[in-house]
Every structure is written in C-alpha cells, then in structure tokens.
C-alpha cells in the first residue's frame, strides 16, 4: 500500500543547513509535497514539487526528488531557531489526479534548532 | 492566519457520545477535507467534499460522517465516541477539487474520557 517514511528527529546548530529525507511508495503520485507544523499550529505548507521535476529551489528551501529512488528531501540553508518545528512530508493519494487536499502524510520529522 | 475556520479550538467528552466539529473555508474555496492527527495512526486523511458533494473518502470510521452545507462550511460528526478517537482533527480547504493548493485550518482538540 502507500506510505511514507521520514526519520522522527533532526537535531542541527544555528546557521547550519538542516536536510529532512523521506522516502515513498506510490510512484505516479503526481506531486509531493513539504508541510511544517509549529506547537498549536495547524499545517503550514512549505512548498511542493510536480513529479517530473529533478530540483525545486525557494528562498532557503530546496527540495530534492530522486523518483527512481522514491527520495524526497528538503534542505534548509543557515537555520534559525524559528525553523524549530515538526515538517511532515506528503505525496498525493492515487486516483484522485494529484489534488493537493488529498494526501498520505509521513509521521513528521522534528527538527530542533540549537543556538 | 490560513483562512480556514475550525470550532470549538478544545473540546472534552465522554466515552459514547457524539460530538460536531464545524469547518469555515477560506472564502472562495469549494473543497473542505478532514484530517484526523492521532499519536499512533499519525496525520490520516478522512474524507472530502466539493462543492456541497462527497469527492472522496479514506479512512473514515462508519461510527463518523460529515457534510457540506450550501454556503460551504462542512460538519464532521463523531458519535460512539471511544478513547482512542481522541486527536487533533484538522479541516483543510481548497479552491478547486484538484491541483490547487490545500489550506490547514488550526484543528479541533477532541479529548475523549
């Protein structure tokens, strides 16, 4: 069936890059996508790439997808600690043409900031 | 602020009730999903509505149903409740059916004792 992994905790130093993986099954999901989660919050999407794209570079995220691999990642360049949060990875479910609402999400990564 | 509604922010109830969960798109949306956040299961995706219809259905228990009214806001009604139903559940919304960028709302705390 459809699943997504990602490794539960990433710990990195002020001004460092912080990179989250994760990997998935589907492979004709249509995009993948990267959501951030602050304490109370609700779900913030960060960004997202289209299957046949390689790279997708925004501000000080990149997102790398390796589709042969299943591979997803998300590189922060220079963390603060504002980047302190949960990022949950997401690919959308099979059937339903790549609507963004519609989506199998990792169990999240936490990603804690040291100064 | 994503634009997305959700009420009551908390709620506290017993083993064997039902409770209501109510979702206000962002203005212009015509889809509304929901999503269950629990511990164990993590962010599992329930159900969704377009523009006043189901579109499409995931892991929703039969003991849970929801709707979408003619002005767009959608319900989600939880009966029977259980302890383990306790989550954050969160509504979402977007402008079209597919393709279009989904936005959270801040959930809805349901504690089942």
């Known amino acids: 069936g459809e699943d997504v992994e990602q490794s539960l905790f990433l710990s990195v130093r002020e001004g460092d890059s912080s990179v989250i993986n994760c990997t998935y099954t589907?492979?004709?999901?249509?995009?993948l996508y990267w959501y951030k989660q602050e304490p109370g919050a609700g779900l913030q999407l960060l960004t997202y790439?289209?299957?046949?794209?390689d790279m997708k570079q925004d501000q000080r995220l990149t997102v790398l997808l390796n589709k042969k691999d299943k591979h997803l990642s998300l590189r922060i360049a220079d963390t603060q600690t504002g980047d302190s949060a949960i990022y949950f990875c997401?690919?959308?479910?099979?059937?339903?043409?790549?609507?963004?609402?519609?989506?199998?999400f990792g169990k999240g990564t936490k990603l804690s900031v040291k100064p | 602020d994503s634009g997305v509604t959700q009420t009551p922010k908390h709620l506290i109830t017993a083993t064997g009730q039902r409770v209501t969960l109510r979702c206000s798109p962002r203005?212009?949306?015509?889809?509304v999903y929901w999503y269950q956040q629990s511990l164990d299961q993590g962010l599992q995706f329930l159900i969704q509505?377009?523009?006043?219809?189901?579109?499409a259905k995931g892991n929703i228990l039969e003991r849970f149903s929801a709707q979408q009214f003619p002005d767009l806001h959608s319900e989600l009604n939880l009966s029977s409740l259980e302890l383990g139903d306790s989550a954050l559940y969160f509504c979402?919304?977007?402008?079209?059916?597919?393709?279009?960028?989904?936005?959270f709302g801040q959930g809805t705390r349901l504690t089942v004792v």
């Open positions: 979402a919304s977007s402008v079209a059916g597919t393709g279009t960028e989904a936005f």
């Open positions: 589907d492979s004709s999901s249509t995009y």
């Open positions: 790439i289209f299957s046949n794209m």
């Open positions: 997401a690919e959308s479910i099979r059937g339903y043409g790549g609507s963004q609402g519609n989506l199998i």
């Open positions: 203005s212009g949306d015509l889809s």
């Open positions: 509505y377009y523009n006043g219809e189901e579109r």
